[in-house]
């Protein structure tokens, strides 16, 4: 088909002229540079680099990764030390990803074909640390941008229903409407999600997005976000009986348990790309407000309390954000389905911590 006739058919770039032809690379490769092409098709199995590993979700991603993929095959990087068993879990590196020099030789040392970038800060320590924020969560993703397009990597970021803003559709919000977020966290993830898609129609990269809900897990604290309070209020229930809530009692934001993340997640990546009509998905599961969730909690915890203490940075943050999201694309496309909606939720994340407080009294 003749080149201009395909542009007018709307083809991608990169399905019109090679993209070496086109100078791909964003740092200004020579053209002539042998690029590193060790895609997923070179192995029976992906090799696995995850960012910001060490985060509230990275742990549980890596455990489901080498499950599916083998132990070696997945790499947990961060720039903070290792637990002990973390570390002697499988593959661990450090990584700063905003030296791209460092992160680019760990792509081609360790012939890395996909790519998890979990590295940000969260939407209330960026609202304290804006500077760092900026660097993390922008700059840190141009570098991964970069190195993910160089070396024809698959790459998944994920965003947030903080990409959203008081101006977006609230309940329920959708895929594609107005986003204009108030915090730097919310910036940033706009940010990515629109960079991503732009590197995948001008450059082809494989780029994959999901927009995560406030995501609950047992096993790590979470790391300063606005939804951290459906996470310790598991801690202190079992630990005192008692929590106090730093958001109003009926801020209803939408949720997710942590083993329906990852499992989206890996579904997301191993999708036929021609199943993806979008490159940036919303994925739902549950909603819920403080007051709700206290009320499941209290049918296993009877003496159970909860006070509220509002955090109003916090607070303005929450009122800004979905109450619910339309993940209606996603079942459509690649078959989305949540498993665990707020009973299931709260049985399963008081068992896991009754078991460690059990252990904890018990040594
Ligand atoms: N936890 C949640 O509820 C949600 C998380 N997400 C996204 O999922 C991803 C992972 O989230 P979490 O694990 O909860 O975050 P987290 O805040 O717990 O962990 C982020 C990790 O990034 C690391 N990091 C910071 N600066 C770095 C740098 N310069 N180089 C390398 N690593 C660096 C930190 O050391 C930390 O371990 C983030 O991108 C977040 O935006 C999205 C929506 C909800
Ligand atoms: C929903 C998120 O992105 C995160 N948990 C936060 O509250 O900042």
């Known amino acids: 088909m003749p080149f201009m006739r395909m542009l007018r058919r709307g083809c991608c770039w990169t399905s019109v002229l090679p993209v070496r032809f086109l100078g791909i690379s964003p740092r200004q490769i020579p053209a002539d540079a042998n690029f590193h092409s060790a895609s997923f098709s070179d192995t029976d199995h992906p090799r696995v680099l995850i960012t910001g590993g060490l985060g509230q979700l990275g742990v549980g991603l890596a455990n489901l ?15 903070k030390k290792p637990p002990d068993h973390v570390f002697h879990s499988g593959p661990f590196i ?3 990803i905003l030296d791209y020099k460092s992160l680019r030789e760990i792509v081609v040392n360790k012939r890395i074909t996909w790519l998890f970038h979990y590295s940000a800060l969260l939407s209330a320590v960026g609202e304290a640390n804006v500077s760092l924020a900026r660097a993390v969560n922008i700059t840190g993703l141009h570098n991964i941008l970069d190195v993910a397009a160089e070396h024809s990597l698959r790459l998944f970021v994920p965003s947030t229903i903080g990409a959203f803003g008081p101006t977006s559709p609230r309940n329920p919000a959708p895929d594609l409407c107005i986003q204009r977020p108030r915090t730097i966290y919310g910036v940033s993830k706009v940010h990515a999600e ?7 129609y001008r450059y082809g990269l494989d780029f994959r997005c999901l927009r995560y809900p406030g995501i609950i897990s ?3 604290q979470p790391g300063g976000g606005t939804t951290d309070y459906a996470v310790q209020i598991f801690h202190d229930a079992t630990k005192h009986g008692k929590f106090e809530c730093n958001l109003e009692a009926h801020t209803r934001l939408p949720m997710m348990y942590i083993d329906d993340c990852l499992r989206a997640t ?3 990546m191993e999708a036929p790309a021609e199943s993806l009509s979008m490159r940036t998905y ?9 007051e709700e969730l206290a009320q499941e909690v209290l049918k296993h ?9 509002v955090d109003a940075i916090r607070q303005a943050i929450a009122d800004s954000w ?5 993940d209606s694309n996603a079942r459509k496309d690649w078959g989305w389905k949540h498993d665990f909606d707020l009973p299931e939720l709260v049985t399963t994340m008081l068992n896991l911590h009754g078991s460690e407080a059990r252990v904890a009294q018990a040594s």
């Open 94 to 96: 450090y990584s700063d």
């Open 65 to 79: 990764l080498r499950k599916r993929f083998g132990k070696d095959s997945v790499i947990l990087s961060d720039i």
């Open 282 to 290: 919303n994925v739902g599961a549950m909603s819920f407000t403080p």
């Open 266 to 268: 890996l579904e997301v």
């Open 322 to 326: 979905p109450m619910n999201f339309d």
């Open 301 to 309: 915890v009877p003496e159970f309390q909860i006070t509220y203490n």
């Open 194 to 200: 629109l960079m991503g898609e732009y590197y995948h």
């Open 218 to 220: 047992a096993d790590s």
